[in-house]
Nanobody, 122 residues
Framework: QVQLVESGGGLVQPGGSLRLSCAAS????????MGWYRQAPGKQRELVAR???????NYADSVKGRFTISRDNAKNTVYLQMNSLKPEDTAVYYC????????????????WGQGTQVTVFL
């Protein structure tokens, strides 16, 4: 079965940096895009960053210039480099695979990781 496993979360002081990793395991034929979402208490889940199979990236306005999404196709891994972290960045961060197909004939579907906690606090 396909699994997305996030790592790299933790507690960091304002202005600090973290690098999140999302490793996909299982049978994977293709995916349209990979992304990072986050959800803070009492708020809706929001898109943080997304990267397509062609390498095009987009970001939420709140993180532009601070966060960078990248991928390593050979390792089936997506990264999120987070710099200049703010308390407002505190949330559970989720990895997402968009339109993933386990086989060439399979319909595409979304997969989600279990989430990793990021806390920005003095």
């Amino acid at each position: 079965q396909v699994q997305l496993v996030e790592s790299g979360g933790g507690l960091v002081q304002p202005g600090g940096s973290l690098r999140l990793s999302c490793a996909a395991s299982g049978t994977i034929f293709s995916a349209n895009a990979m992304g990072w979402y986050r959800q803070a208490p009492g708020k809706q889940r929001e898109l943080v960053a997304r990267i397509t199979s062609g390498g095009s990236a987009n970001y939420a306005d709140s993180v532009k210039g601070r966060f960078t999404i990248s991928r390593d196709n050979a390792k089936n891994t997506v990264y999120l480099q987070m710099n200049s972290l703010k308390p407002e960045d505190t949330a559970v961060y989720y990895c997402n695979a968009e339109g993933l197909r386990e086989r060439y004939y399979s319909p595409g579907r979304n997969y989600w990781g279990q989430g990793t906690q990021v806390t920005v606090f003095l």
